[in-house]
């Protein structure tokens, strides 16, 4: 068995992709598969949209996603129940944490009934998996309520700055804060909870917000955590001097407040975990520039129309969509077939591009052509 691997430039192209090719044969049930590390499969991230209403320029810079770039039609993208299909896949593999995400995934229409499809899913113990999204929070107050009710567990809401001005400067719209600090109290009100709030530092740009998040969401039960600027995509202008390493974050936090080490709390989490000596509250730190956490990456990403990839710097995908609904004279496969292939191609990762990050060759570290984070989400 061979699995097909496209480069990214491919994959905006429709019916160009080649399936995966037979045979297939069935990976047993309840199968959890190691990679070429010892890395088991736990954790999907589903990408439900390659389009989003902000023009971060660490993610969709403006001058790039402007009124002419071409997302994807509605037609590529993998249906509610091609994604839920795949999940339940997955979750027989060993998966056990399913990520919604985007682009801004609130765009996606009836975004709520997907919810509920995964909610439905169990893991071939009978449990249910652990369902969560992650969303810029520009349309969370209309949605946190349906979105609970559909089954979605809890939320991850990207929030840059506190200070208005920063704030919409960063995401180029001209978007307040207000509205989405107002989502984030509507989330908690409706108990979608915990919340985190990931805020992306970066040095000379938003850095003087430090303190002032952490002081705005101290005591009031939402995780605040720190992530290092990375260089994801190739649009985003990333430089290595614009990266605020998290020791330096933590620094500033402590010449503040009192804060103690905490312990992980799942296998593969990426964020450091610090609390606050008074017990009110706790913030993350997520180095993944200076503090590679390869060694334990257990997380896949599917994006919006199907192409699975193995490490958020990939440059190559793999072609899940063919196989769900087949191409020209190759028919559409089945679970256990599905799940042979997807165990294939996991048993193969050898990822870990982070822990290589510097010892590259600018020819693979800054030229070669890698995926963008609003196409499989961060």
């Known amino acids: 068995m061979t699995d097909a691997v496209i480069p990214l430039l491919d994959l905006r192209q429709a019916g160009r992709i080649p399936a995966i090719p037979s045979p297939l044969s069935a990976a047993p049930a309840g199968h959890s598969p190691l990679d070429a590390r010892g890395r088991p499969l736990r954790d999907l991230r589903i990408s439900v949209t390659d389009r989003c209403n902000f023009r971060c320029s660490y993610c969709m810079p403006k001058e790039v996603f402007d009124k002419h770039y071409q997302f994807l039609p509605h037609r590529e993208l993998l249906s509610f129940e091609e994604i839920t299909r795949l999940a339940?896949?997955?979750?027989?593999?060993?998966?056990?944490?399913?990520?919604?995400?985007?682009?801004?995934?609130?765009?996606?229409?009836?975004?709520?009934?997907?919810?509920?499809?995964?909610?439905?899913?169990?893991?071939?113990?009978?449990?249910?998996?652990?369902?969560?999204?992650?969303?810029?929070?520009?349309?969370?107050?209309?949605?946190?309520?349906?979105?609970?009710?559909?089954?979605?567990?809890?939320?991850?809401?990207?929030?840059?700055?506190?200070?208005?001005?920063?704030?919409?400067?960063?995401?180029?719209?001209?978007?307040?804060?207000?509205?989405?600090?107002?989502?984030?109290?509507?989330?908690?009100?409706?108990?979608?909870?915990?919340?985190?709030v990931n805020m992306v530092v970066k040095r000379g740009t938003n850095d003087d917000q430090i303190l002032p998040m952490a002081r705005h969401f101290r005591g009031t039960g939402v995780t605040l955590r720190f992530i290092e600027y990375m260089d994801v995509g190739m649009s985003n202008g990333w430089r290595m001097d614009e990266v605020l390493p998290s020791s330096e974050v933590l620094a500033r936090l402590r010449s503040e407040v009192d804060l103690v080490p905490l312990a992980p709390t799942a296998e593969g989490e990426t964020a450091t975990r610090w609390g606050y000596a008074d017990g009110s509250g706790e913030i993350g730190l997520?180095?993944?520039?200076?503090?590679?956490?390869?060694?334990?990456?257990?997380?896949?990403?599917?994006?919006?129309?199907?192409?699975?990839?193995?490490?958020?710097?990939?440059?190559?995908?793999?072609?899940?969509?063919?196989?769900?609904?087949?191409?020209?004279?190759?028919?559409?496969?089945?679970?256990?077939?599905?799940?042979?292939?997807?165990?294939?191609?996991?048993?193969?990762?050898?990822?870990?591009?982070?822990?290589?990050r510097a010892s590259l060759p600018p020819s693979e570290s800054g030229g070669a052509r890698r995926v963008e984070m609003h196409y499989i989400g961060g």
């Open 88 to 196: 339940g896949v997955f979750a027989g593999l060993g998966v056990q944490k399913l990520r919604i995400t985007g682009g801004e995934p609130l765009l996606r229409r009836n975004i709520e009934a997907l919810i509920g499809q995964l909610a439905a899913l169990r893991t071939p113990q009978g449990q249910p998996l652990d369902l969560t999204l992650t969303t810029n929070g520009s349309l969370l107050a209309r949605k946190a309520q349906a979105l609970k009710d559909a089954g979605l567990q809890r939320v991850t809401v990207s929030l840059d700055a506190l200070d208005d001005a920063i704030f919409r400067r960063m995401n180029d719209v001209d978007f307040p804060v207000a509205d989405v600090l107002h989502g984030i109290d509507t989330a908690l009100a409706v108990g979608l909870a915990p919340v985190k």
């Open 286 to 356: 997520i180095s993944s520039v200076t503090q590679a956490f390869c060694g334990d990456c257990n997380r896949a990403r599917l994006s919006t129309e199907g192409q699975l990839y193995t490490c958020l710097f990939a440059s190559q995908g793999h072609d899940l969509r063919a196989l769900l609904r087949g191409q020209g004279e190759l028919p559409a496969r089945s679970d256990a077939e599905i799940s042979a292939a997807l165990g294939a191609l996991w048993g193969r990762r050898s990822d870990r591009y982070s822990e290589l």
